[in-house]
């Protein structure tokens, strides 16, 4: 007996065991092996459904449909198999043949059959890839055609921003072709009918009329005391268009919209907007309005003549190395590209950004040309602007194209901020290691090369050139939604579209809240985004915490207009790599968020959140903690485990609830924002920050006037800093801060310097933006001499109650764009002001009455000064029109920091 028990083990049970041992073994090398045959199977799918759009027979594309379906489900069972392995593998750190206690080999032994199962799953999912490819091949054999062999883009900038300097507006300063109409337009609206007048631009689609409309006001809007500029999806509702008018308004007055504006019905959000519009000057004619209307309709019919077309084309695709100019040898077939626009600036802008990025010879651009026909021939139930839009998409390479599939999240028309947007397409795996760059710099590559191809638009940009908001036209949005639904990439739940579609769901933004989604028991969605402005409710809100276990992206930011509960079911997110709750009413995190290893970004800012659970110290791959006040009372030691960081904001260091020498471990620091900092304080911070040597951005807040004394000796680490913030007493301007050869932004507050701070700031040689606030300087006389501040764009001046002169030399601030004066003595503007000949925007907010109408267009004695700048604003701010009313107002609503002007209405009342 006992020798069939030893032959049955040796025969079956051995191999069996070495069979699991070899397994284990060998799992990161298969997992290694199986990422890399990812990769080329998602090219694979890409050919695939290429072929199903030229397939001309309807029942065989229908049927090659339903293959290509299949292939990106076993896609998808692949990604989420390396995923469940590598969430293993990571968890398992000991070897039990090393292990010195008992508890570290029962965790071995509990992890061994999980690890076992995601292994032999894994031998599955490779065994039916391959099943699916050869079955597809076998009945559908591919030739790869030239749009998805791998594209010979032009490489990457060194710096990806330098083009893009190039383009400071969303919509072009000359649009090509649009002359005769701006005037006409222009006229109608400044000398056309007094009574309240609609204009209606109409044409086809992609012939220009966005481009018209946003041309045409930024002509105009100067003439007019109150202005907005919306943009209405095709899905749109009154009570949205209106709540956009009111936040438009209101940042035009330099207001906060009311508290409950998202909560207002139709009639409230009219009155609020008629409160806006009104004033003692324009009342009667608000009331005239009201009554009389006209209507005017302006047709956008022609399109471009083949002159204009040609001039545009040549525009976009030899911008960046022929300076717009086509060279002799391609003229010929770029006129027969653009022949096949037919005259839509939309498709010859979108082409001639797709050429920017080919090679220029002739040759690849007839074999371009030659497919562009193919694509405009068939499936003629598609306009030419659809055809076009669908070859520039074909023509990205697999994770370019998940990139701009990625707008398909947001709502049409949406505004994205490009930070957001960057740190969803690292974490979603869309951006890959590139030697000497970090990730963020590959991403904003790619978001680089998207904005050349012109697929992307250029909402704003911060001051140093970088994409701050971007957006896509709603004609590529909705060729992006369509290319979303076709590859399962995203689905959208609206009060349009309630349903869950049958197909896979991978990704899903939800504008409302609907029961389908309730519904679902399983799922395998990586990532939710949510843009409904009402309330969702607490059960809606647990269910995604207990159903959608594979989620990599969960994104609340901004559209939570009531306080919700976040349970402890938030740790079941294992694979959570993006948590933002930023500007969500959320007022604790769970302990459970100590389970979310894999945890890359978390956003908890403008938000009730002021402690972190001691957990948080579990989080070993953190790179970004955003809070407006990061602490921990129960564990001050926290930090120093979250190695990986490389953004703190805001860390608040008082009470001794932050251990300060933690920092020093944060050594791939690259943003640091402290606040409560105390003068005790300086040498265990000095010490941290020597170590950080890639910081970009030092925010030191040391509190409220007459505080602490902020006191830093030279620092050779902050070679790479680009930003700096001091917020303190400062005895002098520090001599290291003028050595600062990447300092691109600086912001003095609550310095007390008595000593003209300019001299010591003068020779800082990339400096952009420059503020100089709160009492940061008290004396009485700011210089600028000729030839200081040469890079200078921006420059504010605020709360400098003693400042009662400013002298501009000429030659000083040659490049200034944008000059700020707030609450500061002085009765005129700053001699010398008419010599800064590129200043574009003045803004004045709460200077003297004296002040005010010395620059008055009708008659103020200084007028003359400043008539070269198109856009001077004076603002009032609530409490300044109190005092000038007479009423009196405590000390405490006095202080400038003191900014609520809502507490200030309540407090009158």
């Not at 005037?183 to 009574?195: F, S, V, W, Y």
């Not at 969702?536 to 559209?559: A, T």
């Not at 503007?829 to 009455?849: A, F, W």
Request: hydrophobic share 40%.
């Amino acid at each position: 007996m006992a020798d069939a028990v030893v032959s049955l083990a040796q025969n079956h049970l051995l191999p069996k065991i070495v069979e699991a041992i070899k397994m284990l073994r060998d799992l990161p090398k298969e997992v290694a092996d199986i990422r890399d045959e990812l990769a080329s199977f998602q090219e694979f799918i890409n050919d695939a459904h290429k072929a199903t759009q030229d397939e001309k027979d309807d029942d065989k594309r229908d049927t090659i449909k339903e293959r290509v379906k299949r292939l990106r489900e076993a896609a998808f069972r692949m990604e989420d198999a390396i995923d469940e392995c590598m969430i293993l593998e990571e968890n398992n750190y000991d070897d039990p043949r090393c292990a010195a206690l008992l508890c570290e080999v029962v965790d071995f032994l509990k992890t061994l059959i999980p690890r076992l199962q995601a292994a032999y799953n894994l031998q599955d999912v490779k065994s039916l890839v391959c099943a699916e490819r050869e079955a597809f091949e076998r009945h559908f054999p591919l030739e790869r055609s030239s749009l998805s062999r791998g594209k010979q883009n032009v490489p990457f900038e060194e710096d990806p921003w330098l083009k893009l300097r190039m383009d400071p507006l969303l919509i072009e300063e000359a649009p090509v072709g649009l002359d005769e109409h701006t005037l006409a337009l222009k006229n109608l609206l400044t000398e056309g009918p007094q009574e309240r007048t609609v204009i209606s631009v109409v044409g086809i689609p992609g012939v220009g009329k966005s481009t018209l409309a946003k041309q045409v006001f930024d002509k105009v809007h100067k003439n007019f005391e109150c202005h907005a500029l919306i943009t209405v999806s095709q899905y749109y509702t009154v009570k949205r268009v209106l709540t956009d008018v009111l936040v438009q308004l209101c940042k035009e007055k330099m207001e906060d919209p009311p508290q409950d504006v998202s909560t207002m019905d139709r009639m409230s959000l009219i009155q609020e907007v008629k409160k806006r519009l009104r004033n003692k000057r324009n009342e009667k004619v608000g009331k005239f309005c009201e009554r009389s209307s006209y209507i005017k309709v302006h047709k956008l019919e022609e399109p471009l003549d083949e002159k204009e077309c040609f001039r545009l084309f040549c525009n976009k695709a030899f911008k960046y190395g022929f300076d717009g100019d086509c060279p002799e040898e391609l003229k010929d077939i770029s006129l027969e590209i653009v022949r096949k626009c037919k005259g839509l600036p939309l498709a010859i802008v979108v082409v001639g950004g797709l050429l920017s990025q080919k090679d220029k010879n002739a040759p690849e651009w007839k074999s371009f040309s030659q497919n562009l026909s193919l694509e405009l021939e068939r499936n003629s139930d598609l306009n030419s602007i659809t055809k076009i839009l669908s070859l520039s998409y074909d023509d990205l390479s697999h994770n370019l194209r998940s990139c701009l599939l990625y707008f398909g999240m947001y709502p049409e028309d949406y505004e994205v901020k490009s930070s957001r947007l960057i740190k969803q397409w690292v974490v979603e795996g869309f951006v890959k290691h590139v030697a000497g760059k970090s990730l963020k710099e590959v991403a904003q590559q790619k978001l680089s090369e998207l904005i050349r191809r012109n697929l992307v638009q250029v909402s704003s940009f911060t001051i140093d050139g970088k994409v701050k908001r971007c957006r896509v036209h709603d004609l590529i949005h909705d060729m992006i939604v369509k290319k979303a639904k076709e590859t399962c990439f995203c689905h959208s739940i609206s009060e349009h579209n309630q349903s869950l579609s049958s197909e896979i769901l991978r990704r899903l933004t939800i504008v409302e809240e609907s029961d389908d989604l309730i519904r679902i028991e399983r799922s395998h969605i990586r990532s939710i985004l949510l843009f409904t402005k009402k309330g969702l409710s607490q059960q809606f809100m647990g269910r995604i915490f207990e159903k959608y276990m594979s989620l990599k992206v969960l994104d609340f930011e901004d559209r939570i207009s009531e306080f919700f509960y976040v349970s402890e079911t938030l740790g079941n997110l294992i694979h959570l790599k993006y948590l933002n709750f930023r500007k969500s009413n959320i007022r604790f995190l769970p302990k459970s968020i100590g389970k979310l290893h894999n945890l890359e970004i978390l956003d908890v800012r403008d938000t009730l959140v002021d402690n972190l659970p001691k957990e948080i110290s579990n989080l070993r791959k953190l790179r970004h903690l955003l809070g407006i006040s990061i602490s921990c009372d129960e564990k001050k030691e926290f930090l120093g485990s979250l190695t990986l960081l490389e953004k703190i904001h805001i860390l608040n260091l008082d009470g001794d609830r932050v251990e300060i020498r933690e920092l020093e471990k944060l050594k791939q620091l690259r943003d640091l924002r402290v606040r409560c900092f105390k003068a005790k304080q300086t040498d265990a911070l000095c010490f941290s920050i020597d170590k950080m040597k890639f910081l970009e951005v030092l925010h030191i807040d040391a509190g409220e006037r007459g505080g602490e004394i902020i006191d830093l000796p030279l620092m050779s680490s902050l070679s790479t800093l680009r930003k700096l913030f001091l917020r303190g007493i400062l005895l002098k301007i520090p001599n290291w801060i003028s050595q600062l050869q990447n300092l691109l932004k600086l912001s003095l507050k609550g310095s007390e310097l008595t000593d003209d701070p300019l001299k010591s700031l003068k020779d800082i040689p990339n400096l952009l933006f420059l503020s100089i606030g709160f009492h940061a300087y008290e004396g009485e006389t700011l210089h600028f001499q000729d030839g200081w501040f040469r890079q200078l764009k921006e420059l504010e001046l605020e709360y400098l109650v003693k400042l009662n002169s400013i002298f501009i030399d000429r030659g000083a601030l040659p490049s200034l764009k944008k000059l700020l004066l707030t609450r500061i003595p002085l009765k005129k503007v700053p001699t010398g002001i008419q010599y800064l000949k590129n200043l574009e925007v003045l803004k004045v907010k709460d200077m003297s009455i004296q002040f005010e109408q010395s620059i008055a267009n009708d008659g103020g004695q200084d007028h003359w000064m400043i008539q070269h700048v198109p856009h001077v604003q004076i603002q009032v701010s609530l409490i300044t029109k109190m005092f000038r009313g007479g009423r009196l107002v405590p000390k405490y609503i006095q202080s400038p920091n003191f900014d609520d002007e809502k507490k200030v209405f309540s407090f009158f009342l």
